[in-house]
């Protein structure tokens, strides 16, 4: 007789940083807390406060922690990162739910059920997209970098072909899907924490808020430039190799909050008046939506997920260029508008931790059904036979 219990495991790039791959990957776990979690290497010190999120899990780890010094070379060795994933054995699993970026977590192995690939994006330095560091500014590192990437979109390209079945994060990532892999995607927003009840209208709201890493892609130095610059108060959430850069041309008005608790967070959106996001073709942007849960206009950048989210004058508003002027444009036509925080709270619910568990259970209860399909029709045809 064929199983009905589906077994399930779950792949994850790599545990070293906290951000929307990794709430995603949460959401998952959530859903599916008896399934393992296969990752190419973990990173207790980088996770910082947030290992507490997954210290109780059942983690699996790839060969490439065996590697000398891999928590500093790990971004030269994704040249080896399909063969952690590959080598990985999932033939006991009928269902492998893959969380994957830039670290090839999508070349892994079914060989005895169905892969779905929840993917954040093609990874962004393959397909010239900006990147969390300005890498080819050292014309070495440029070359070498360059003949990597060749490589492995090649490989990138094989490995998608490989796949089951992806759902994109947003229709952004979607497209970059049916570009650069050809294969189709199903859609599926990624979990935002939404409060419990809806902010309140009358809370004294005081300064600027940026939630991010602090990395290149997202252009953290804009909303400090143009923050110092006019004298307004700005609260920077997030860590990154920025940060000393940071430091050094930010104001008296600016205040770095480093990694902050969920908790925390929330209370900081309570108090702010607009969040900064001026970040360059954003995958979708957990950190946008979260803002409008919590009352807050954004203003993005019209490029990726947020114009996907952000209804210009009724949640916030995008700007053109990444300029200190076109953001300093913006910020001033913001305060000039007036915004309903019960709409922004009720338009953010669509994108909930329950909306996607929803939608995730449907797709994955749907491939289950087709594997259960497929056990009994070859079930039949043996006793035929």
Same mark, same amino acid.
């Given at each position: ?34 399934? @393992? ?29 065996? $590697? ?13 990162? @399909? ?5 990985? +054995? ?6 492998? $739910? ?10 892994? #192995? ?13 990874? #962004? ?30 490989? +990138? ?24 892999? #050809? ?37 953290? *130095? ?58 360059? +073709?954003? +995958? ?21 997920? @947020? ?12 700007? *053109? ?59 039949? $045809?043996?006793?035929?036979?």
């Amino acid at each position: 007789m064929p199983k009905t219990q589906q077994k399930i495991a779950l792949v994850h790039d790599y545990l070293r940083e906290y951000g929307g791959a990794e709430r995603v990957l949460e959401a998952l776990h959530e859903m599916y807390p008896e399934a @393992p979690l296969y990752t190419a290497f973990v990173d207790q010190k980088q996770l910082g406060i947030h290992w507490q999120r997954f210290a109780t899990w059942d983690i699996k780890t790839t060969w490439i922690m065996k $590697i000398p010094g891999y928590k500093w070379l790990y971004s030269p060795l994704r040249i080896w990162a @399909p063969n952690y994933f590959s080598s990985l +054995d999932l033939s006991e699993y009928d269902v492998v $739910i893959s969380s994957s970026n830039a670290y090839f977590a999508k070349a892994v #192995r079914v060989p005895n059920g169905k892969h779905i690939c929840y993917c954040h994006t093609p990874a #962004r330095s393959l397909y010239g997209y900006t990147t969390m560091s300005n890498w080819r500014s050292n014309p070495i590192i440029r070359l070498i970098g360059t003949l990597i990437n060749h490589y492995l979109r090649v490989v +990138d390209y094989y490995v998608a072909q490989k796949v089951g079945y992806f759902i994109a994060n947003s229709q952004e990532t979607a497209q970059r899907i049916t570009k650069f892999y #050809r294969r189709k995607s199903h859609i599926i927003y990624p979990p935002v924490h939404i409060p419990d009840k809806s902010p309140s209208s009358k809370v004294a709201r005081s300064y600027y808020l940026y939630v991010n890493r602090l990395a290149l892609a997202k252009h953290p *130095e804009l909303a400090v430039r143009v923050c110092t610059k006019h004298k307004l108060s700005l609260k920077v959430v997030g860590t990154g190799k920025m940060l000393v850069g940071l430091r050094k041309i930010a104001g008296p008005t600016v205040q770095f909050c480093g990694a902050v608790s969920d908790v925390q967070l929330s209370k900081l959106y309570g108090g702010a008046k607009a969040l900064l996001y001026p970040v360059e +073709d954003e +995958d979708f942007g957990i950190v946008p939506v979260e803002a409008m849960a919590h009352g807050v206009p954004v203003i993005a950048h019209n490029s990726g997920g @947020p114009c996907e989210t952000v209804v210009s004058g009724k949640t916030g508003i995008l700007f *053109e260029n990444l300029t200190e002027s076109d953001l300093w444009q913006a910020i001033q036509e913001v305060d000039k508008m007036s915004f309903d925080v019960t709409y922004l709270y009720r338009y953010a619910q669509q994108f909930s931790l329950a909306e996607f568990k929803k939608n995730m259970r449907a797709f994955v209860t749907q491939i289950a059904c087709i594997i259960l399909t497929f056990a009994m029709s070859s079930g039949a $045809i043996g006793r035929i036979n």
